[in-house]
């Protein structure tokens, strides 16, 4: 049975965006503080945020129990954790790392990895995706996972829009595609472990770049991105797919 929250899918959507407004407001308001200081008062809001959202859901699960999943789900679930490890190479991950350990501002940019971390899972992983999935079982749709993950990862993508205010339109762009992906891959792993903490701590390691405060989102080539994300794309639906038809063969996950 999907977890169901103590507010209307349409509170929880209006309770999401008043902490957007306020996180990217803040955001705006703190540019020029020390960047130590900055990072600090991310994660703090970031800590907020996260414990409204287990107050408000009462849980980090998507479902009360997580189903049994069959060999073919699996198998998908093998292929996915694959791609996962590809694109963590690929995006340089382990070097990233260590530059970060050997480098300076590591407080800095560990507290505002670790914020955005936190508040981009919290709001689109945590009270947006209650929220889609209150809407899609008061309906009693099928495949309501992959509907909700494809929901909250438009959210999470276009909210790499903002950047627009510190890099050219191209990156950007780039970024919102590839975000949205990631928050399909996201999602994925947020419905087979039924629980925030993991997707905050892969979001994390992806976040926790050298300079990661003064980040600008540079264009690369579109072939590129289009290629790997459409793999990793590809992977997760098929894996959400899989995972909602295991879900809606046990009738006992979907009472009321």
């Not at 694959?82 to 995006?91: G, Q």
Request: proline share 2%; aromatic share 10%.
């Amino acid at each position: 049975m999907i977890i169901k929250s103590r507010r209307s899918w349409v509170e929880q959507i209006l309770v999401a965006i008043v902490f957007l407004i306020a996180y990217l407001g803040q955001m705006f308001l703190l540019q020029g503080v020390n960047s130590l200081v900055f990072a600090a008062i991310q994660l703090v809001f970031g800590g907020i945020i996260l414990l409204f959202v287990y107050i408000e859901v009462g849980t980090f699960k998507v479902t009360v129990q997580r189903p049994k999943f069959t060999l073919s789900l699996k198998i998908w679930l093998v292929i996915f954790g694959m791609t996962v490890t590809a694109m963590l190479l690929l995006v340089s991950v382990p070097s990233n790392v260590m530059t970060i350990l050997t480098t300076g501002h590591l407080a800095q940019n560990t507290l505002v990895a670790l914020a955005t971390g936190i508040v981009e899972e919290s709001l689109t992983r945590g009270l947006l995706l209650s929220a889609f999935l209150q809407n899609l079982r008061r309906r009693d749709r099928s495949l309501k996972m992959t509907k909700a993950g494809i929901y909250s990862s438009l959210v999470f993508g276009s909210l790499h829009m903002v950047n627009l205010t510190s890099s050219g339109f191209e990156g950007v762009a780039q970024q919102v595609l590839y975000t949205f992906v990631l928050g399909m891959l996201f999602m994925v792993i947020r419905v087979t472990t039924n629980t925030l903490i993991w997707n905050i701590g892969l979001h994390f390691l992806i976040d926790w770049q050298p300079d990661i405060v003064n980040a600008t989102s540079e264009p690369t080539n579109w072939f590129v991105i289009i290629g790997v994300f459409g793999i990793i794309l590809a992977a997760s639906l098929i894996c959400l797919i899989k995972f909602d038809q295991d879900l809606e063969r046990q009738p006992v996950l979907n009472s009321n």
